[in-house]
Nanobody, 120 residues
């Protein structure tokens, strides 16, 4: 089992940047695929990005491709989401998630979320 705690959210103007972090508990972090998801008010939760366990392979939603970068540091049990060129439509509660089976499947473990608000 793994516990996840997100941080780094906040209020930023359109065009600005934020870096989210997600710290994981336990000694098996490197055995989990990690993902970022988001949920805006009145909308369903959506996939943002994911990263493989060790080979650095990454996956992105079309809406964030070229603007967001996911990375991980297995020595620090942490996954990051660097968000550049932010838009008002990126406003949402951002969650990190972990899963041992697939980067694009159903994720078993979730954090509590960190709020990102982009003003126009």
């Amino acid at each position: 089992q793994v516990q996840l705690v997100e941080s780094g959210g906040g209020l930023v103007q359109a065009g600005g940047s934020l870096r989210l972090s997600c710290a994981a508990s336990g000694r098996t972090f490197s055995s989990y695929y990690m993902g970022w998801f988001r949920q805006a008010p009145g909308k369903e939760r959506e996939f943002v990005a994911a990263i493989n366990r060790s080979n650095g392979g990454t996956y992105y939603a079309d809406s964030v491709k070229g603007r967001f970068t996911i990375s991980r540091d297995n020595a620090k049990n942490t996954v990051y989401l660097q968000m550049n060129s932010l838009k008002p439509e990126d406003t949402a509660l951002y969650y990190c998630a972990a899963d041992p089976r697939s980067p694009l499947g159903r994720y078993d473990y979730w954090g509590q979320g960190t709020q990102v608000t982009v003003s126009s």
